[in-house]
């Protein structure tokens, strides 16, 4: 520690190197709240820090520390070398569920970084992967008053764990063009409603969900979350034709043939003349079109959600991106919504009861089979859920099927 | 038997030299460009400037001394002592005369074997043996591959399919017919049951038996005493891999046996990579001796394939372009959960992404 | 069996069903074949199978019947209602090599035929799907005369069981303008290199090759295959621009566009005015554009073999298809000739040694990962083998490997 | 700690609407279009006519208060006492006036702030904890990000990639980052080391650390007279998920974890469905506190890429049009062995076809 002043920071000759060049500096950051608070546990931070980049290794351990009641919400650490840094001797995260879209009044805002700065560190981490506001540094005994009071205005804890986790949305309604369901207020319905789970880790492994308000997925939902919210459409495409026409004005033909008729994936798009057709039979809602020609072209007015499940990340079994399940439910009405809770009560529950300890849906559905999965949760197969039928023919459909219903049927 | 006196000599398969037409021997890898005058007919012409025309014919497959030896006849007369099969069982005559072209098709019709398959046609089916020679078959492929190729008869001699059409039919799900554009393979709808005495007399290795399960669903039991067999009916899924094995793994049942449609093969490199086919139909009744559930859902997918394809568009690419729901809508088919895998590598057949039809 | 006539045949009411219809019928065939030879052994075949037919079920068991010397190629089969139907009580078939592309000349297979009219039942299978000549029908007594004389007229088995398989070409240069390789010769001397392993069961399981002139792949030798070699070629695609004009005028511009430049997997081909160019490093020999413009196009000269391995049927994976491991290898010369026996050889013997029984050589692969098997191969790793690099991060590539040397060395 | 006063309320996220624009309450899924009047500002239409403008500017995303009030003050003279952060960290200001986009613009730059990660440039890389808050890094992923940042900052600032890039990096195997057009990952490069001291002072579940490995290659055993773990060095793929379960699983060491870097990871559904990213360079040293090696395999990544790609194909589509050959030969990396999938689906990713380039 450095002698003397309090407000003097110790030497952190491979951190300085972080300083230079023209991103935004987070050593820069932390040294200038250091140097104004003197909160010693940012220079105990640092100090470690340094020693990480000097050494290559990293000295955090968990353990266990929480707010009265709840189970999650707090990431504990504690320094393996508190001998040698003892000002961040204890250094947790709380993990606070920002608003749907990660919206912010100034307000609200500085209300939680003044309590901020009272009780922890004064390390703000903006945002965390999964969408948390992330308070980077608290020691154990302030941790029950900081919650009580940021509770008071309003905040809530978010998950970690085995349990359901903060969830993100993407600006959605409040701002894009291309929302085609409220997933703001979805996910606030939503994980309101999972309240006990987010806060009480009594599930076999994590479960995250995610809210984009279209197929342009802009919170990855597909890919990071068990269950993945996407806004889709049922009828036609929009076409405003004045702005199609002004389009092909300005563009000229050769960028519309290009960038939007070539590029359609199913080729739904066809050039007529000097406009385009769009045969929305063919259209799979993957956005490009309306990307490219946003004022012309907008999803239809059917609207609802996708529901993709089973995307994580890396572990065990190499990243997996979340199937299609639900390709079309409504979410406009209180009853639609309740229908929402109602499935997703029963995909919980259903996962809950029968996966393994540190199983995510993804991998359980895989060690299941789709079959016994879609039999349990009465779901129908349809052509919605895969790329194309089975390959192999390692199947056991029982010898009561009639293949020749349908056709029998359409035909009499 | 008496005493042998011939010392064998190992000759591997016979110089194919000997066995061509002068003016393939002459023009040996020297070709040039290939024409097609007519359904059945092909034209290839060498460097040289030759010219060999080859006329297809459709055949039993399991065939005669009296068939083949009429075939010889033919090549005799007409194509200068020679001919060929295709991998796909049609006999193949080259001569470099068109008259005897016209001659070989006039003679080849009067026999009933069918002039076509080349081209945009629907070529012969590639087919097993059945219950007239293999020991594990459920259903007998010759005569579905028979019943088949009544159906598909007018689209042999004609080329007015999107892109070559490949039939395949296999007896039991090992499917020795191997993948095509249309395939109709026999599909176990049970587990086996498991014949104790059979096990007992000893014509198995129980564990080879054993070891031959793909998802470990058969154990080592005790019945009556003596070593024996179990399934585990939970996990087997009913691919009668054991019975290849051995014959006390009884899989084949007259009603439980039935037949599935897959569609979409490829083996060819054009364009697309070679693809497996995919189920579109399952359950269908095992009903000889001319199985016209099987014939009538043939029937429809070439028909759709037909209407809709596009010149070079091989099944598979067809309902790549139109996607797998109208394929079903347009066949009449219906999807169903089993239509899902549910196998090793299942999850990369899932839709994962948004992208949808409506 | 029918009283009085040896010439008549027993009723087959569901065989005689498929006697109608316009395609060839083998039950006519047989028919014909039993009224002018009386060979009881079909009438025995016929009611067998009209009795299957009846009772939807099988009734041949195997058995062992073999030749002098030779562990292969008879399948033996004993009817297991020989009460019912003793004139067939046994009906072994015998697997004949022809030659490859199955050309034949009339004389030698007319001796062929006699033979097998003299020793069997005149049952012929023109061909299996492995590429068999399949005289059905024998009894145990009649096989080895059967084999020595036919043998003596320079015919030999094909494969059954655990050994190298009969294989299959297609037509070849024999009267393919495609064909880049003499897959005929090529066939030839690798199945007689190998007469043992055909001949004399040793390995886990079945080994087949197959031979196709060209990626048309008319054997089907990557799906049905452990090795498949396919011609290929390593230069540009050759053009006769004569032609070429020539197909752009008769066929038209649309033609040409819609069928060969859109078609291209690659889009390595484009419409310059009224011709194609071709951009043949973004070609992948996929054949598309010669098979259209035959008269035009052609492969090039610079010709060989590309080895896909592992095809095979449904058995416990699914289908396999063969995947690339040799992209280019030549089979011009007696030398190529060796070194691809060489390089079989190798193939086999480190299969045969390590694959478990009944494992077939994709099956390995997959069992043992494809860095073991590059290694003790001693084959260098090449981006032809892979549609694309991994995506999972399960490797242990070591530590000591050093990714930027070729840079440094670039740079250097 | 005094008695506790204040009962919990389970109130979940806040309510969104109350930390919204007016402009953007009243228009609230009525917007109509948007434009990009100039990197690092979108203008967003309504159906009312109404306009609102957003400024995206860069962060450290490991942030402080004194940062996020700085924000604050600008929102409040700028935009209503509004913002917003997106889901990588960039801070947007919004508001109705074009004069409050060039108030913001300046004052943020002052501040250090980069203007940009709008359209087709490379936004800010997306992140995790490292050495200052996670218990299982080998690196510093924040350090990674500053340092990747420096480099592609003017691509970031101005709009010149053929389609948006977004970039990842994460100081673990099991990557948090999440997929990404380029992500830099830690990858070990030998098994864990078992600190028996840790696991005999009972820090870990043993049967949960064993049941945790992929692979199955954690045993029992017993060290010392007392219950610990072995790994089977052949069997362990250096995966480090037992790490996560138990930190006696040592896995990470200064010089054996590495980096890789993988490409063409992609989340949207635009034109090709979302694709998992692939590794193109692995064992890049772990080089704080700038990561020189990294930064010059992004750099040359992004340089092909921009060169190659055409309008609005992503990384991973223009890998797909010109093949992955030929991404090598452009970006000068190395192919090898391990680039090869050996898990569990790596048959789909064999090339099993003719298909071939030379
Ligand atoms: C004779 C035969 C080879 C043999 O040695 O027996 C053969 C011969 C020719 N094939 Fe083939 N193919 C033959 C089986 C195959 C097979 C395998 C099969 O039938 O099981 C395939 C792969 C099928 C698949 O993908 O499932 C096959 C895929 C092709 C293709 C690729 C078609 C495509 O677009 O996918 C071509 C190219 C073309 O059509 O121009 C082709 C082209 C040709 C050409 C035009 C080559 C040439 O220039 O001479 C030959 C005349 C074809 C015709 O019928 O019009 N041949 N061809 C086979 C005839 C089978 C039959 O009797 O019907
Ligand atoms: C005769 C033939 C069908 C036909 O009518 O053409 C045939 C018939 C049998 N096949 Fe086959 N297979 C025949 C070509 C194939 C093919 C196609 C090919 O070779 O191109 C395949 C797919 C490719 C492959 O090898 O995987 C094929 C895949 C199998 C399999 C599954 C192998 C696998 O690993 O998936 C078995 C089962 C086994 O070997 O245990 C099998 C087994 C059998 C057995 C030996 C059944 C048994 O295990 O007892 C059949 C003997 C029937 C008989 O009584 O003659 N047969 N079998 C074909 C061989 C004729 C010939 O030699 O020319
Ligand atoms: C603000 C943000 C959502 C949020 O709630 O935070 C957002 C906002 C918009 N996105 Fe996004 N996207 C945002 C993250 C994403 C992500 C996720 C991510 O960055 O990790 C994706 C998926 C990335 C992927 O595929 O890996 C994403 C994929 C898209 C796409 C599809 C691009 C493509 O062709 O693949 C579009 C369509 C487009 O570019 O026109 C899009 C379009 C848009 C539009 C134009 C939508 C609109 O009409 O308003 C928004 C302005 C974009 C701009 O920057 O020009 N947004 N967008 C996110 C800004 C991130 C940032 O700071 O850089
Ligand atoms: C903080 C955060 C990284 C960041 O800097 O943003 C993070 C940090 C950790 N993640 Fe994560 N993950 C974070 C987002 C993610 C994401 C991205 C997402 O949520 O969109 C993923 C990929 C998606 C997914 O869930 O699969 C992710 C996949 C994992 C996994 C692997 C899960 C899997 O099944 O593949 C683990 C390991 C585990 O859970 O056992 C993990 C575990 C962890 C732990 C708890 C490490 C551990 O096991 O002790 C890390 C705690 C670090 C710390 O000290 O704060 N983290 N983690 C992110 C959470 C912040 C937040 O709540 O907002
Ligand atoms: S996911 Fe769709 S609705 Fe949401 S911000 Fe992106 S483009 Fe807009
Ligand atoms: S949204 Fe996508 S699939 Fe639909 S028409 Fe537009 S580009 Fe085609
Ligand atoms: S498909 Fe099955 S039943 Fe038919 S010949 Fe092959 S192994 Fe025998
Ligand atoms: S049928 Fe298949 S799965 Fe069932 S016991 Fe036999 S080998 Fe196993
Ligand atoms: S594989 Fe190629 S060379 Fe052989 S017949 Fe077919 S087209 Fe000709
Ligand atoms: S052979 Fe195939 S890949 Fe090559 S140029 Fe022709 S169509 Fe394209
Ligand atoms: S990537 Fe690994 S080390 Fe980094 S925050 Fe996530 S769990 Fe921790
Ligand atoms: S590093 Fe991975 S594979 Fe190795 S022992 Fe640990 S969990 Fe198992």
């Known amino acids: ?412 | 038997m008496a005493k042998r006196e011939w010392d064998t000599i190992e000759s591997g398969p016979p110089d194919h030299m000997q066995m061509l037409h002068p003016v393939m021997v002459k023009n040996y890898g020297k070709w040039k460009y290939h024409e097609r005058p007519r359904p059945g007919v092909l034209k290839h012409t060498a460097e040289s400037g030759d010219v060999i025309y080859t006329v297809r014919a459709g055949t039993e497959r399991q065939d005669t001394v009296d068939i083949i030896r009429r075939f010889c006849d033919l090549a005799d007369k007409y194509a200068g002592g020679y001919l060929r099969w295709t991998v796909r069982n049609n006999v193949e005559f080259m001569t470099d005369s068109w008259e005897s072209v016209e001659g070989l098709i006039k003679e080849l019709e009067a026999l009933g074997h069918p002039i076509g398959g080349t081209g945009p046609s629907v070529s012969a089916i590639a087919h097993t043996q059945g219950w007239l020679h293999c020991d594990i078959p459920a259903t007998d492929a010759s005569g579905v591959a028979k019943s088949i190729m009544d159906i598909v008869h007018d689209e042999f001699i004609s080329e007015e399919m999107p892109n070559r059409v490949k039939l395949s039919t296999s007896c039991c799900e090992i499917n020795c017919g191997g993948q095509a554009d249309i395939a109709v393979i026999i599909q176990h709808t049970r587990p086996p049951r498991i014949n104790h005495e059979a096990l007992h007399a000893g014509i198995c290795e129980l564990p080879s038996t054993v070891a031959r399960c793909p998802v470990a669903a058969i154990r080592p039991t005790t019945v009556d005493g003596k070593p024996s067999l179990m399934v585990v009916e939970e996990k087997c899924i009913y691919c009668g891999a054991c019975f290849g094995a051995c014959p006390g793994m009884e899989i084949n049942h007259p009603d439980y046996s039935k037949l599935a449609i897959w569609v979409g093969g490829k083996n060819s490199n054009a364009r697309t990579k070679p693809a497996n086919m995919k189920l579109v139909c399952h359950g269908l009744p095992n009903n000889p001796p001319r199985w016209p559930e099987v014939g009538d859902v043939v029937k429809r997918i070439l028909a759709a394939y037909k209407e809709g394809g596009r010149d070079w568009e091989r099944m598979g690419e067809w309902i790549d372009r139109i996607g797998w729901k109208r394929f079903f809508e347009e066949t009449g088919l219906t999807f169903d959960m089993y239509m899902i895998d549910n196998y090793r590598h299942a999850r990369q057949s899932f839709n994962q992404s948004a992208h949808v039809r409506f």
């Open chain 1, 1 to 412: 520690m450095a002698d003397g002043n309090e407000f003097q920071l110790n030497p952190t000759s491979k951190l300085d190197e972080l300083e230079k060049g023209p991103w935004p500096s987070f050593i820069k950051g932390f040294k200038e709240t250091f140097r104004r608070t003197g909160n010693t546990m940012i220079r105990g931070a640092l100090d470690q820090l340094n020693y990480s980049y000097e050494t290559k290794m990293g000295y955090w351990k968990g353990g266990v520390v929480g707010v009265h009641g709840y189970g999650a919400g707090i990431i504990s650490r504690y320094s393996m070398i508190s001998d040698l840094f003892p000002e961040a001797k204890e250094f947790h995260t709380v993990r606070i569920q920002p608003a749907p879209g990660l919206h912010y009044s100034t307000d609200k805002l500085r209300e939680l970084l003044d309590l901020w700065e009272k009780y922890g560190s004064g390390l703000v981490n903006m945002h965390g992967q999964s969408g948390n506001l992330q308070m980077i540094g608290i020691s154990q005994d302030n941790v029950q008053e900081f919650f009580d009071e940021i509770n008071k205005k309003g905040w809530d804890l978010g998950g970690a764990g085995a349990c359901v986790r903060t969830s993100a949305s993407c600006v959605g309604p409040a701002r894009c063009e291309m929302a085609c369901y409220d997933n703001l207020k979805v996910h606030h319905d939503l994980l309101t409603y999972f309240s006990d789970l987010v806060h009480r880790p009594q599930l076999p492994y994590k479960i995250k969900m995610k809210f984009s308000g279209c197929p342009n997925d802009c919170t990855n939902a597909i890919q990071r979350s068990d269950f993945a919210y996407i806004g889709t459409w049922r009828d036609d495409i929009k076409v405003d034709t004045t702005e199609l026409a002004n389009y092909f004005e300005s563009k000229g033909l050769d960028y519309i043939v290009n960038n939007v008729v070539t590029r359609c994936p199913t080729n739904a798009i066809t050039l007529a003349g000097n406009t385009i057709e769009i045969n929305n039979k063919e259209c799979v809602r993957c956005m490009h079109c309306i990307n490219v020609l946003p004022k012309a072209l907008s999803p239809g007015d059917d609207r609802g959600i996708s529901i993709l499940v089973g995307g994580k990340g890396h572990l065990k079994v190499g990243n997996m991106l979340g199937a299609m399940m639900v390709p079309f439910i409504k979410a406009d009405t209180e009853e639609d919504m309740e229908k929402l809770q109602d499935m997703m009560d029963e995909f919980v529950d259903y996962w809950a009861e029968n996966a393994l300890d540190h199983e995510r849906i993804g991998e359980f559905i895989e060690r299941i089979g789709m079959h016994q999965f879609l039999e349990d949760m009465g779901m129908e197969a349809t052509l919605d859920m895969v790329s194309h039928p089975r390959d192999n023919p390692y199947f056991k459909a029982g010898h009561d099927h009639d293949p020749l219903k349908n056709i029998q049927q359409a035909a009499g």
